[in-house]
Structure formats: structure tokens, C-alpha cells
């Protein structure tokens, strides 16, 4: 019987060689018979459609033949379960299965067992991960903290390099000897029952994490893991110019990695609190100053308070509400960059109220003046 292939991974006949892929994998990892409410038959059949239609040549070929495709050799060139189940159990290689078009069945595979399959084309090779783990904190900083930096001391709980074995996991004065659990392969093979019948799969020695050796006693006081848990100080530089929602990286200060691996990384996560005065608007300053109306009719200085102290800001006469003035580079340093920003005065001027009769009477007059 002839099998419509596109309507079996659920895509058109335009389906871009990328959308293949993800249909295929997607019913891959829904079908596959030992997952919940897999089907063996619809499993087969889904690989069976990607192994034409993710090939360029044979889906040419597909799509000129038709519904006899399958009477023109199906998989083009005469690979089929058999073959993949002979090869996949070690059973030799056959020149008529091109395996460079397995790597996804591979990795599929890999991903539902967790091992690596020995299929030229798999690129989902097991490996035991031993780095030390990632941490992270919060710290939150005051406004001028994070304008002009700071060291702050944060106290850590962690698990990190084991002094009686200096990270190793072995007793001091052991000799390393071969692995017992690898005989020194550095690498375990397991069979695991699949649809494909008994295949191998090859997985990093856990004891040795592939070295293929040990040592022959393990320290005593980590337990053979090279690291123990301790409180640890750890100095922090926060750097001029970091904003609110920056974070930082410091390599090497993670929990340290097992057996002398390399160790994690610390991301440091930062708050910044506002300031009642200063605004913030990237790596400007933004602030109002109010002066009263004859500064603003006949021109004068003000003092204005910035980040670095206070300055002197000249008034030309006639200034207008709403006038903004810019102080260059007295805003916040550029963060990991030279310069800094600018700082933005915005000018309000005050309509004098509760005016003495003196005032009134002069108001009176310049109003006569027509001012």
C-alpha cells in the first residue's frame, strides 16, 4: 500500500527541510513505545517518513514517483530496521545504509535513553557532568553605590575544594590504580531494550569519570568527592555606572567541581534603590531647580547639587519655565566604558505668592510697563 509521507509527520509539500526535522522529532518523543501512550507501528512509520523526506535526493525521488515510491525501493538504496537493528547491536557496517542520515534518529535516541548510540551520524555523545555548580545572589544597592561602585562582603554557604586532599578525592599517599568498574576503558557500555531490539548504549564510567583509573583509597574526609561544604567570604567589586537589573559574573566563585573539576560560576544579581533628589535616565542625571521670578527675569546664578558636589549654574535673564540646562559629564560614569553622562537641570520658576504690600505695589507698576 502507498503511504503519503508528508501526511504522516503532518506537514504540506512546502515544508521547509527544517520543519521536517522538528515534526520528526516532535512524534518522535510522543510515539516512542516506552513513553506514556507511545505506539511502536507509529513510530516506525514516523521515522520511516523522515528518512525520505529529510533527504533531499529521495524526496525528489518521492515526490516524482509518487504513490509507487515504495516499489522503487523504499528507503533508496535498501536500508530499513533490519540493517539499523544488526548495526546498532555492533552487528557490522553495511554499505547500503547511509548512517550520516541517522544523527537525528540518533539524537533522538539519546534523548529518550540517555546514552550515546552507535550511530556514525549521532552527535549525542554521554558524558558525566562534573563542573561545579552555578550560584546566585541579590544584592541591592543605594543610589550613589551603584554611580560611584562599591566592595561589598557577602558570606556564602557552599561547597568548595577539600583541603586534606586538595580537591583530589583521594587519601594522601594513595596510588591510583585501574578502575574496577571500566577495566579502565573509562567507559561503560549498557543494553537497553528498545524497539530496535537490545541496543548498546556507551556511557562515561561514573567511579572514574572516564579517566580509567582511581585512586585506591578515597580521602577520608570528602569521601572520594574532592569537596566539602563550608562558609566562605567572598569580597565583591561592584564597578562605577551599574544600573538596576545588571548582573554580574565572577568566574571561578560556583561551588567548586567534583574531583577537581573546574569550578562553577557566581552571577550576581543587582537592585537599585532610587534617590529622593537625583533621577536616573540611563547614564543621566535628571533634577529641577526652582528659582524665583526676577532671577528668571533678570538672570543670576543658582547653586545646583549634583552626584559630585555642588556647582554654580548661571541664569542668562529671561529664562523661561521649563528651560532645561546641561551640566556635560557630571551625570554617571559610562559602566565598563570611559565618560560619563551628562547631568540635565530643568529651570521652574516660582509665581511669588503672599505678597507684602510692598511687593504688590512694585508688581503694580511693572504690570503698568507691561511686564
Request: proline letters at 2%.
Amino acid at each position: 500500500m502507498s503511504k503519503d509521507y508528508y501526511n504522516i509527520l503532518g506537514v504540506t509539500k512546502n515544508a521547509s527541510k527544517e520543519e521536517i526535522k522538528k515534526a520528526f522529532r516532535e512524534k518522535a518523543h510522543v510515539f516512542h513505545p516506552d513513553k506514556k501512550g507511545g505506539d511502536e507501528k507509529k513510530f516506525k512509520e514516523i521515522n520511516e517518513a523522515y528518512q525520505i523526506l529529510g533527504n533531499d535526493d529521495k524526496r525528489k525521488q518521492y515526490d516524482q514517483f509518487g504513490t509507487t515510491f515504495d516499489q522503487q525501493g523504499g528507503f533508496g538504496g535498501g536500508m530499513n530496521w533490519e540493517d539499523i537493528m544488526r548495526s546498532a547491536r555492533g552487528g557490522g557496517t553495511y554499505s547500503n545504509v547511509d548512517f550520516g542520515d541517522m544523527g537525528d534518529l540518533g539524537d533522538i535516541l539519546g534523548d529518550l535513553f540517555g546514552g550515546g548510540f552507535g550511530f556514525g551520524g549521532s552527535r549525542n555523545r554521554a558524558r558525566t557532568q562534573t563542573r561545579g555548580r552555578d550560584l546566585e545572589i541579590n544584592i541591592t544597592l543605594e543610589f550613589k553605590e551603584a554611580v560611584f561602585g562599591v566592595k561589598k562582603i557577602i558570606e556564602s554557604h557552599k561547597l568548595v575544594p577539600c583541603e586534606r586532599c586538595e580537591g583530589s578525592g583521594a587519601e594522601p599517599g594513595s596510588k591510583m590504580v585501574t578502575c574496577k568498574t571500566c577495566n579502565g576503558q573509562g567507559k561503560v557500555r549498557k543494553m537497553q531494550r528498545t524497539i530496535l531490539g537490545n541496543v548498546a548504549t556507551v556511557a562515561t564510567c561514573e567511579d572514574c569519570l572516564g579517566h580509567g583509573k582511581v585512586y585506591e583509597k578515597k580521602c577520608s574526609k570528602c569521601d572520594g568527592s574532592g569537596r566539602i561544604k563550608e562558609k566562605k567570604d567572598i569580597e565583591i567589586k561592584i564597578p562605577e555606572g551599574v544600573d538596576d537589573g545588571t548582573t554580574l559574573k565572577m568566574h571561578g566563585e560556583g561551588e567548586a567541581g567534583l574531583r577537581g573539576a573546574k569550578t562553577g560560576d557566581l552571577y550576581i544579581h543587582l537592585h537599585v534603590k532610587s534617590d529622593h533628589y537625583f533621577t536616573r535616565e540611563n547614564d543621566n542625571i535628571l533634577t529641577k531647580e526652582e528659582i524665583n521670578f526676577s532671577t528668571a527675569a533678570l538672570g543670576g546664578e543658582v547653586e545646583v547639587k549634583t552626584i559630585d558636589g555642588t556647582v554654580n549654574l548661571k541664569i542668562p535673564a529671561g529664562t523661561q519655565s521649563g528651560k532645561i540646562f546641561i551640566l556635560r559629564g557630571k551625570g554617571v560614569p559610562h559602566f565598563q566604558h570611559h565618560g560619563s553622562g551628562d547631568h540635565l537641570v530643568q529651570i521652574d520658576v516660582k509665581t511669588p505668592s503672599n505678597l507684602s504690600k510692598k511687593q504688590r505695589q512694585l508688581l503694580d507698576e511693572l504690570s503698568q510697563e507691561g511686564l
